[in-house]
């Protein structure tokens, strides 16, 4: 992966990188109106999980078989899981929004999307670099997605505090603090990408 640049690995690291691309994507732009939108909503997202899971397992099945990797396995999978787990907090976020029947979103949730649709940018940027032998350019995008998931931290802070100080209704509170929580769980997802890459930089650079 460092030393060649269309190997096996790197070309599944990078078509995992454009699934989620791709994933946060349709999250950030598709607008759900009523429950038929939902439910079309939270399905689609779960074909692009599903998606990312079958590359996953290819990628597990390959460092199995391979004799020699280009940089550990063990930093490889742990790459690939951490993508993973950014796809898989977004499904489990639309899944979270249809068993709770929410058909409309608010200026926080708009705002995690924001900022999670732009670690999704930067890590497609950060494999690509790192596909193509260019590690020494990976660091400025991994303190982007840094600072995207502090800009979630605070958000999170401020989306309880509104939650807790205007809404009456404990079931809603219950709904949307579990929501806020899962969308600031994604940008954590993003922050462990972001720390792996610095891994792979400081091995191999």
């Not at 032998?133 to 982007?144: F, G, M, Y």
């Not at 579990?178 to 922050?191: G, M, N, R």
């Amino acid at each position: 992966m460092l030393k060649r640049k269309k190997d096996k690995f790197s070309l599944l690291l990078m078509e995992i990188a454009k699934n989620l691309d791709e994933t946060a994507e349709y999250f950030v732009n598709y607008k759900v109106k009523n429950q038929t939108t939902l439910k079309e909503f939270a399905d689609t997202l779960k074909e692009y999980e599903i998606k990312g899971d079958n590359y996953v397992h290819t990628m597990i099945k390959e460092l199995n078989k391979a004799f020699i990797t280009p940089i550990e396995r063990e930093d490889i999978l742990q790459l690939t899981n951490s993508l993973d787990d950014v796809l898989d907090g977004i499904e489990h976020f639309s899944a979270m929004m249809e068993i709770f029947s929410i058909t409309s979103s608010d200026e926080h949730i708009d705002k995690f999307s924001g900022y999670i649709r732009e670690c999704a940018k930067e890590i497609l940027i950060t494999i690509e670099l790192m596909a193509e032998n260019r590690l020494n350019e990976i660091q400025p995008h991994a303190i982007k997605i840094k600072e995207y998931e502090h800009n979630c931290d605070n958000l999170h802070r401020k989306s309880l505090k509104n939650l807790f100080g205007t809404q009456t209704d404990p079931i809603k509170v219950i709904q949307y603090r579990e929501i806020y929580e899962t969308l600031e769980e994604i940008a954590d997802f993003c922050q462990s990408v972001a720390n792996n890459l610095e891994t792979i930089i400081m091995k191999n650079a």
